[in-house]
C-alpha cells in the first residue's frame, strides 16, 4: 500500500477501493505489455561511426568495424565528415595519403620524411604492404559495406566545403545528410564512435 | 567434423580480417535450417572472429573448428550449423 493512497479509517477496504485496484493493476499491465512489444520489435542493434580522418590508415578502421557489426545484424551508419569524405570519395579513396612526418612509429626522421616525394613513398610501401598482407584495399571494403547495409554517409556541409560533387561518391552513399541527422542516429545507437 | 558432412564450403583462403566473418554472415544467411557451412580461411584470426560471430548470431552454432596444413600453409576450418 503506498502513502498516498492511506487506508479507510478501520483499515478494509471497500469493494470500489478493490475495484478500483484492478483496473489501475490491468492499465499497468497492458501499459507493460505495450511497452514489451514495442522493445522487441524494436530496432536491431544500432552503431554509428564519425569517421573524420582521410589517411590511408585512419581509413580502415570505421571500414572493418561498421562491416563487421553489419555482419553481427547490427544497423550501422557511418557519418563522414571532414577529411573522412575522401574514403568516400571514389577517386581519392584508391589513393588516400599517408605521412612519416610526426609519427614516431614511422622508421624514418621527421627530418627526412619532410623532403619532397616522401609522402607519397609512405602511402605506396603502406599500400604494398596491405596488399601483400592479404588486408582488403579501401574500395573493396566500402563495396562490402554497402552491400552489407551499412549506411555510409557524407556530411553535406564538408562536401561543400571542400568543394566536392554529390556525383564524386560512391553509388550507394548518402549525401544531404548534416550533424542533426548524425546526432539523431546517434542518440538511438547502442555503440557511437568517433574515428 | 568433416569436409563431407558440411552442406556448403566458403573458402576464403587469402583473405584477412575481416572478410572472413562479413563472408560467413553472407553465406550463413543463403543456408537453410540443419545446413552446416564449411569455411576455409588461412587468417589465422578467423579462429577468434568466427567463434565470436556464431556465439553473438542467433541461429549459429559452432561445431567445430580445426587448424591444418594445406600445401604448407596453416588453414583454418569452422564449422556453422544453421539452426533448425
Known sequence: ?195 | MSTETATETLDVKGQNCPMPVIKTKGAFDGLAAGDVLEIVSTDSGSMSDIKGWAESTEGAELVDQEEATEDGTAVYKHYVRKAE
Open chain 1, 1 to 195: 500500500m503506498s502513502a498516498d493512497t492511506p487506508p479507510s479509517s478501520d483499515g478494509e477496504l471497500s469493494p470500489d477501493d478493490v475495484a478500483d485496484l484492478r483496473a489501475q493493476i490491468e492499465a499497468l499491465e497492458s501499459e507493460v505489455s505495450d511497452l514489451r512489444s514495442e522493445v522487441d520489435e524494436g530496432s536491431a542493434d544500432k552503431m554509428v561511426i564519425i569517421a573524420t580522418k582521410g589517411t590511408l590508415d585512419m581509413a580502415y578502421p570505421p571500414l572493418i568495424l561498421a562491416s563487421t557489426a553489419a555482419a553481427f545484424g547490427y544497423d550501422v551508419t557511418v557519418f563522414h565528415t571532414f577529411w573522412g569524405l575522401e574514403i568516400l570519395h571514389e577517386e581519392n579513396s584508391k589513393d588516400l595519403g599517408l605521412s612519416s612526418v610526426g609519427n614516431p612509429n614511422m622508421p624514418v626522421p621527421n627530418a627526412i620524411a619532410a623532403l619532397p616525394g616522401m609522402d607519397r613513398m609512405t602511402a605506396r610501401m603502406m599500400r604494398n604492404r596491405i596488399e601483400d598482407n592479404d588486408v582488403a584495399s579501401v574500395e573493396e571494403l566500402i563495396e562490402t559495406s554497402l552491400a552489407s547495409g551499412v549506411d555510409l554517409q557524407a556530411c553535406q556541409m564538408t562536401i561543400d566545403l571542400l568543394g566536392y560533387d554529390e556525383d564524386d561518391f560512391y553509388d550507394g552513399v548518402t549525401t544531404g545528410v548534416g550533424a542533426a541527422s548524425a546526432f539523431q542516429d546517434m542518440a538511438d545507437a547502442d555503440i557511437q564512435l568517433l574515428v
